[in-house]
């Protein structure tokens, strides 16, 4: 039985069109399963929408249509979004839908019969943008500390959420588990904030009507109707994702190996108030909570108040979607913040893709047709070079590099090495000069050379692949290798020698065109 991985990015809320950090985190994810998937792991990928609470409500009035009409019309932007950016997801979770709802239900009630929901009365600080509850000690200067937009102050009966029951049990799991948090910087930003007290939480509202009902409970009744808190609900959906109260037995294989990616702005949300959800329901915290960084522009936080929100949209449509893929993941070391330019971007594109990796590949097939006909000629061991090994070597040692990074999230890492593959062989070329050996009638060692390159260029696009499929490819198209690179894996296409003397390559076609 394979391996299991289950991927999560948070579910976006659906107040707002998807922007480059909506992009940022689906990629990360989306490269992280296809690596796993390549490394023959079974993987589910789950993303999805949150489109319950009070601030769509408010918006869907605002705009003269319903909160599910609001709701259709977002949705169908992100599934385009992730449509176009070649999102590998199994699976996209609405918060809307009839199964989520039961699932939210099914643990609100069992949590309830613990007596670990209570009914009492909230009176506090709520950041309506956010949907967050806030004490008066975690203002800052008066307004939520997230989003520095002012609060309004709510009394109202409610449900709470005994968290604080829950404060020794999650402490001793983090520091049990310390890949739990990842970073560290935000594993002991979680730590402090435990450390320093958790409360009990409001988990319920009276006064909005777009959520989900609290169960009927036997024997309570209650003079307003209450609607499970957004929150709540929507971190309840990597449960429902994956079939809870549907399949438990796929809950069973996948739920250990459960990684959400997600922003270090919902750090809190997903490494207390989920695990003490789950302690509460008897059930097992995922396995890794991993946080990346803000995105910003010339040295400042994107914002649709600043006008500086960059559309990922127009991104590909100027540069094509892996380029955007690939410069995100090269670009961003995960868990930092980054830096988005098109300065920076247009130059990693004609540096790495074009002139590099581009390079590589025209110049290598169009030398394979000259001097043998676009016909794969013999690989002789013996006629290898030095330099000849020293490239199959670096290109065979991609795999344990990949490996070992991926467990660190270190996306740059991977890159560079395979990088150093591409550089290592367009300085073979020079090193080898193939137009001298073919002048001098150097048949067998010219041939080995064009095989040591070609075969290089194969493993190249094998682990670039969940950074650039499409492009990736095109590669192996050009190579005339007819196989989805997508669904192989890399213990079948690692090995060095998968391409038979006599194969006939194609045409080299630019797939980076550079641009000027």
């Known amino acids: 039985m394979s391996q299991k991985k289950y991927f999560t990015t948070p579910i976006y809320y659906v107040n707002d069109v998807p922007h480059i950090g909506h992009a940022y985190c689906t990629i ?6 296809r690596y796993y998937r390549l490394l023959g792991y079974d993987v589910i990928f789950s993303t999805g929408t949150d489109e319950h609470g009070q601030k769509i409500q408010k918006t869907a009035e ?13 949705v169908k932007r992100f599934e385009d979004l992730w449509t176009l950016l070649n999102i ?73 959420f005994r968290m604080s029951k829950y404060q020794d049990q999650l402490l001793a799991y983090i520091e049990n588990n310390p890949h739990f948090v990842f970073p560290a910087t935000r594993r002991n930003e979680v730590l402090n904030f435990i450390k320093d007290g958790l409360k009990d939480i409001s988990i319920s509202r009276t006064t909005m009507s777009w959520g989900i009902p609290v169960p009927e409970i036997p024997g309570l009744n209650l003079t307003k109707k209450h609607y499970i808190y957004v929150w709540f609900d929507a971190l309840i959906n990597y449960l429902t994702a994956i079939g809870f109260e ?10 250990p190996e459960a990684v959400h990616i997600l922003g270090k702005d919902i750090i809190k949300f997903h490494a207390i108030i989920w695990p003490t959800i789950l302690l509460a329901a008897d059930l097992q915290p995922p396995k890794q909570v991993i946080a990346h960084g803000f995105i910003n522009l010339a040295g400042e936080k994107m914002s649709k108040s600043k006008g500086n929100v960059i559309d990922p949209y ?76 020293e490239l199959q070597s670096l290109a065979q040692e991609l795999r344990f590099v990949v490996e070992a990074a991926l467990t660190d999230y270190d996306f740059g890492l991977i890159l560079e090495e395979i990088w150093k593959v591409i550089r290592r062989a367009n300085k073979y070329i020079e090193e080898a000069a193939p137009w001298t050996l073919a002048k001098e009638g150097k048949t067998e060692k010219l041939g080995t050379v064009m095989y040591t390159l070609l075969e290089t260029i194969r493993i190249i696009a094998l682990y670039t692949a969940p950074f650039m ?12 290798i007819k196989k989805d690179i997508t669904k192989v894996t890399i213990s ?4 060095w020698g998968q391409i038979n003397t006599g194969h006939q390559v194609g045409n080299a076609l630019p797939i980076f065109p550079r641009r000027e």
């Open 246 to 255: 549907q399949d438990n037995s796929k809950v069973e294989e996948y739920w």
């Open 492 to 495: 079948e296409e690692s090995n």
């Open 314 to 389: 127009a991104v590909v449509n100027e540069y094509g979607v892996d380029p955007f893929r690939y410069f995100l993941m090269k670009e961003i070391s995960f868990g930092l913040d980054g830096l988005f330019s098109f300065e920076a971007l247009q130059q990693r594109y004609n540096s790495e893709l074009a002139n590099e990796l581009g390079n590589l590949l025209n110049r290598t097939l169009s030398m394979v047709k000259k001097y043998f006909d676009a016909s794969t000629p013999p690989f002789l061991e013996e006629s290898l070079s030095k330099e000849g090994k």
């Open 88 to 160: 590998s997801n199994d699976v996209f979770i609405r918060t809307t839908e009839k199964r989520h709802a039961h699932v939210v239900q099914e643990l609100f009630y069992k949590i309830y019969q613990k007596n670990d929901i209570y009914l009492g009365e909230y009176e506090g600080w709520y950041c309506r943008p956010c949907e967050t509850y806030l004490t008066e000690t975690q203002l800052k200067e008066g307004k939520c500390p997230e989003c520095n937009r002012p609060v309004e102050k709510l009394k109202e009966d409610s449900f709470f």
């Open 62 to 74: 605002a705009n003269g249509e319903t909160p599910i009409e609001l709701a259709n019309r977002v």
């Open 469 to 480: 499929p499409a492009s990736s490819q095109k590669i192996w198209d050009q190579l005339e």
């Open 28 to 33: 990360v994810t989306d490269v992280l399963a």
